[in-house]
């Protein structure tokens, strides 16, 4: 079955633009997280989506990174204004229920370069 | 102190060694501990989990964990040119459903 996808695999922009980052979970998955990982660095939480729960949004860095999901399935991760130290990979991931023993499934991630 | 410590490398081995990767981590409460690999370019995908303390295998693959020591490692027997990657320890911290996630090691397996 498919996996999770990500879209667009690249994206540069340039600062102060505001870029759209767009996950497609595996079909079913009630759970949906978003990470961020910099270059020689771990992943970043940055959001976690169940079900109809509100978001856990501790993770984002700043007001300018926003997220949602619409319909419990697609997410959007909307950076605003962007600065060059938003430059990384974006990765989501999706798990069956959301219980941290169950594994996420990752996508390839979004490569973000803000010149 | 991080909450999950690993040394990023690069692990450089020959083909068939028994590769060592490791990682400590700031509470002894902690109980769920993963080991996710990330080759180039791709997203991480899960290749051990383990609960509590006490060793785990698959395969070539070994994870431990010493919950006194507050210390888990993942070994790799007869390591193979396919090896090769980054191998990011993960542990659920006090969290239900989030994970906290070293900052990875590099490993490159030699023929």
Not at chain 1, 78 to 89: F, L
Not at chain 1, 95 to 101: A, E, K
Request: hydrophobic share 30%; glycine share 10%; proline share 5%.
């Amino acid at each position: 079955g498919a996996g999770v996808s990500q879209s667009p695999s690249n994206k540069v922009t340039e600062k102060g633009k505001d870029v759209e980052l767009r996950c497609d979970p595996i079909s079913g998955h009630t759970a949906l997280y978003w990470y961020r990982q910099s270059l020689g660095q771990g992943l970043e939480f940055l959001i976690y989506f169940q079900g109809n729960s509100a978001p856990d949004k501790s993770g984002l860095p700043s007001d300018r990174f926003s997220a949602e999901r619409t319909g419990g399935s697609v997410s959007t991760l909307t950076i605003q204004r962007t600065q060059q130290e938003d430059s990384a990979v974006y990765l989501c991931a999706s798990s069956s229920t959301g219980l941290v023993q169950e594994t996420q499934y990752f996508g390839p991630g979004t490569r973000l370069l803000v010149l | 102190q991080k909450e999950v410590e690993q040394d990023p490398g690069p692990l450089s081995v020959p083909e068939g060694a028994i590769v060592s990767l490791n990682c400590t981590y700031s509470n002894s409460a902690f109980q769920y501990f993963m080991w996710y690999r990330q080759y180039s370019r791709k997203g991480p995908e899960l290749l051990m989990y383990t609960y509590s303390s006490g060793n785990k295998e698959d395969g070539r693959f070994t994870a431990q964990v010493d919950k006194s020591s507050k210390y888990i490692s993942l070994f790799i027997r007869d390591s193979q040119p396919s090896d090769s990657a980054t191998y990011l320890c993960a542990t659920s911290g006090d969290s239900s459903y989030k994970l906290i996630f070293g900052s990875g090691t590099r490993l490159l397996v030699r023929p």
